[in-house]
């Protein structure tokens, strides 16, 4: 069980100490989204570049710190962005508020991407399902396992199976849910990084290092299986330019919590 008391020191723009705040008003104004639809994405990286541990779940490399802002990311979030891949590994299921932090009072919203409309079983059962941004083949069977109204059909125009995140994007914000905080994984990063989708990317260093095997949190294949070195298709060349602008501290541990910004 994480505790999100942990101790951070705010290096940029600081420097400041947040102690302990269940509230957590200052970190909520450190992370306030930028104007407008904005995407965020969370992921935790180990030292060596890993995704996820040797049990390939990213719980074994994130921490107290890393939990701290996790829930302030959601607590100023509408909608919470996964690809099904890591909604099938990671065991999502209907999302709550962080408790006790300050929000507007809505509940927040689970978006699944996934190109086959396979759901998991346990976010179809339950009162709340996700929605799922899919294409037209994917559409068919997600909407056997959830109602239509649940099902945002974005094919692609040269591929209608496939899906279309960035029309998913202006479907969720007509739906209310502009702020979008992406967890990932890996996969679905490297695609919505290809399309320019991504404002910020908010990137947790866990000071451990895991060695060889997994990916980093931009999957090299559309499976993000090791040994596939080929660049993700749409991969953009430069490389896309990062301004930093938060970087807290956790001085008991040296995790390190990065926010950077895209555009
Ligand atoms: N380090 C971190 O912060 C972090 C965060 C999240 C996950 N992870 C780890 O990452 C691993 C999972 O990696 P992953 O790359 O497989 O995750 P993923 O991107 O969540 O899942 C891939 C699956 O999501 C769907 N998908 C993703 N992008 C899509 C797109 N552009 N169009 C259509 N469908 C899309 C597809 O689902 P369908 O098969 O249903 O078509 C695809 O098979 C797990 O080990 C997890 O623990 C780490």
Redesign the pocket.
């Given at each position: 069980m994480r505790s999100a008391t942990t101790p951070l020191d705010v290096l940029v723009p600081g420097p400041e100490h947040l102690a302990a705040d269940p509230a957590e008003r200052r970190l909520q104004e450190l992370y306030a989204a930028g104007p407008g639809p904005w995407v965020r994405a969370n992921?935790?990286?180990t030292v060596d570049g890993a995704?996820?541990g040797p049990d390939?779940?990213?719980g074994s490399i994130n921490d107290d710190a890393d939990w701290r802002v996790f829930r302030v990311l959601r607590s100023v979030a509408d909608v919470v962005l996964?690809?099904?891949?890591?909604a099938r590994?990671?065991g999502y299921t209907a999302l709550d508020r962080p408790r006790g932090l300050p929000g507007d009072g809505r509940p927040l919203e689970l978006a699944l991407?996934?190109?086959?409309g396979?759901v998991p079983q346990q976010l179809t059962e339950g009162d709340r399902p996700p929605l799922v941004l899919t294409g037209a083949a994917?559409a068919r069977t997600a909407t056997r396992m959830l109602p239509a109204d649940r099902v945002i059909v974005v094919p692609q125009a040269d591929d209608a199976d496939?899906?279309d995140?960035r029309a998913g994007l202006v479907a969720l914000a007509a739906l209310g849910l502009a702020r979008v905080l992406c967890?990932?994984?890996?996969?679905?990063l490297a695609?919505m990084l290809a399309a320019g989708l991504v404002d910020e990317l908010c990137v947790t260093t866990s000071p451990c290092l895991v060695g060889p095997g997994p990916?980093r949190?931009v999957?090299a294949s559309p499976a993000?299986a090791p040994g596939q070195e080929q660049p993700a298709a749409g991969v953009p060349s430069p490389p896309v330019p990062a301004r930093l602008a938060r970087l807290l501290h956790a001085p008991g541990t040296g995790t390190l919590l990065a926010r950077w910004l895209l555009r």
């Open positions: 992921f935790v990286s995704a996820w390939h779940l990213s996964v690809g099904a891949g890591t590994h990671e991407v996934s190109r086959s396979r994917g496939e899906v995140v967890e990932g994984g890996p996969t679905l695609t990916s949190i999957a993000g």
